[in-house]
């Protein structure tokens, strides 16, 4: 079975700094897709960002990247430019029929 | 289409009475999942389908929790005789066979009193 793990319960950052939340993950399979969701206080799940895992190149969506290091297990998330809106849980997603989620970061920023 | 929809949004109810929670996703959607979220954890998977196919339970999923999707497109989520460990947010996301986004509704808040 896969297994996500997020290690950092609680995370917090300066307004306009970087942040970088970790995430593992044990799969048997070679292809699969990960996942950054975003839930904010409101709860509905949104999503940050995505990588395939037949991709070597790192995904990018404005201020968020990954860097994904698919031998170790490894896809943390970066936030650049941290702002208010961003203070919220983010989980770590593992997709092949079905997402399985870790327990979650909480984000925090500091005006 | 504006995205998933969950019905009710919360609901309270007293232990040992049956619920049902309804779940509406994004039209052309065929693949519907249920999961589970308690305060401070992540969501955890119940179960889900393709089109009117149920493919997947988890052992999570007891025998008082049934999910139906007869069409293929809405689905409801149903416990029975409740229990106040069944309280928890109940989320339910959709998204097509071979695209990789799921898409997550508001959820329906239960609380077991």
């Known amino acids: 079975a896969q297994t996500v793990t997020q290690s950092q319960p609680e995370m917090s950052v300066q307004e306009a700094e970087t942040v970088t939340l970790s995430c593992t993950y044990d799969t048997s399979e070679s292809d699969y897709y990960l996942f950054w969701y975003k839930q904010p206080p409101s709860r509905q799940m949104i999503l940050v960002i995505r990588?395939?895992?037949?991709?070597?190149q790192n995904a990018t969506e404005n201020r968020f990247s990954v860097n994904f290091q698919k031998a170790a297990k490894s896809f943390s998330l970066k936030i650049s430019d941290s702002q208010l809106g961003d203070a919220a849980m983010y989980f770590c997603?593992?997709?092949?029929?079905?997402?399985?989620f870790g327990t979650g970061t909480r984000l925090t920023i500091i005006p | 289409d504006t995205g998933v929809s969950q019905d009710p949004r919360h609901k309270i109810t007293k232990r040992g009475q049956n619920v049902t929670f309804r779940c509406d996703p994004i039209s052309e959607h065929n693949r519907l999942y249920w999961y589970r979220q308690t305060l401070g954890q992540g969501p955890e998977f119940l179960t889900y389908?393709?089109?009117?196919?149920?493919?997947?339970k988890s052992r999570l999923l007891s025998d008082r929790f049934s999910a139906e999707r007869p069409k293929g497109s809405f689905s409801t989520l149903e416990i029975q005789r409740t229990e106040q460990g069944d309280s928890a947010m109940y989320l339910c996301a959709s998204s097509l066979i071979g695209r990789t986004e799921a898409f997550f509704g508001q959820g329906t808040r239960l609380t077991v009193v």
């Open positions: 990588q395939e895992a037949y991709k070597q």
């Open positions: 997603a593992y997709r092949n029929e079905k997402l399985t």
């Open positions: 389908f393709q089109n009117e196919a149920q493919l997947e």
